[in-house]
């Protein structure tokens, strides 16, 4: 089973600040990796998959790179609204299944 | 307008059953594949459980198998979440997700329901 590890646990950074979050995966994942928002008391939202494609309707300021196992999500100049909780996750096929990282609290300074 | 709509959360004792619902529209539910994924009190998400557009193949997390079923119904465009013998660990925030169109994310999500489990 491919475990992913997200660091740092939390990054805190001040608006108009570069975010770089990090994901690295136990064994190649290719580019098969995905980025996700979580805001409190909301559903997740998706990114950026493949590991560098924006998700329909996502700003610019959101990228994506990296392949095999380290990946990192960047955000170029935080807004107020990025402050949440990001997520990587990946699909397995053998055994079939599904995997998110713990998670990278991005919080105001 | 893509929307998953989760339904049949609640208290229920250790040992207990629930059956959790997600109603989809504004797309063709029967095309999709379709997941639960939850989320424990201040935690990370967990995969669950996944159905393929026409129930062909359903894969669980060790976490859950052999105590929860996940089952859909294209006619009715639901999705449903059989879950048995219920213990503490379960209790969590159960997403309804939809697999994108090539089938290796979720890019679309209900807003939850939440499953309590507790004496």
Do not use: H
């Amino acid at each position: 089973e491919i475990v992913l590890t997200q660091s740092p646990a939390t990054l805190s950074l001040s608006p108009g600040e570069r975010a770089t979050l990090s994901c690295r995966a136990s064994q190649s994942v290719s580019s098969y990796l995905a980025w996700y928002q979580q805001k409190p008391g909301q559903a997740p939202r998706l990114l950026i998959y493949d590991a560098s494609n924006r998700a329909t309707g996502i700003p610019a300021r959101f990228s994506g790179s990296g392949s095999g196992t380290d990946f990192t999500l960047t955000i170029s100049s935080l807004e107020p609204e990025d402050f949440a909780v990001y997520y990587c996750q990946q699909r397995s096929n053998w055994p079939p299944g599904n995997t998110f990282g713990q998670g990278t609290k991005l919080e105001i300074k | 307008e893509v929307q998953l709509v989760e339904s049949g959360g609640g208290l229920v004792k250790p040992g207990g059953s629930l059956r959790l619902s997600c109603a989809a529209s504004g797309f063709t539910f029967s095309s999709y594949s379709m997941n639960w994924v939850r989320q424990a009190p201040g935690k990370g998400l967990e995969w669950v459980s996944s159905i393929s557009s026409s129930s062909s193949y359903i894969y669980y997390a060790d976490s859950v198998k052999g105590r929860f079923t996940i089952s859909r119904d294209n006619a009715k465009n639901s999705l449903y979440l059989q879950m048995n013998s219920l213990r503490a660990e379960d209790t969590a925030v159960y997403y309804c997700a939809r697999d994108e169109e090539n089938g290796d994310y979720f890019d679309y999500w209900g807003q939850g329901t939440l499953v309590t489990v507790s004496s």
